[in-house]
């Protein structure tokens, strides 16, 4: 299996199913995210199918989401 890094072009990341918020603009703004093989978890710009994707571990996902859930990154938003 090819070494999966950050900054992978997404395209490259085979068999990866790509979903999306059901709370996505309608103009296709938003992220994407996708399991993978090896247990990470894929996230690109829905609007760069092809372009970057940044990889995490289910460990450091878990950690994001829980803080987003606990309002800790609210202040991002203007």
């Not at 090819?2 to 059901?22: F, H, P």
């Amino acid at each position: 299996m090819e070494q999966i890094s950050n900054g992978v072009s997404a395209d490259k990341l085979v068999g990866a199913q790509w979903r999306k918020s059901s709370r996505s603009g309608a103009v296709g703004n938003c992220v994407e995210v996708a399991p993978l093989a090896n247990g990470e978890i894929a996230v690109r710009n829905s609007r760069f199918p092809t372009g970057p994707a940044l990889v995490y571990t289910q460990a450091e996902m878990a950690a994001f989401l829980a803080g987003a859930k606990d309002g800790e990154f609210d202040d991002v938003l203007s």
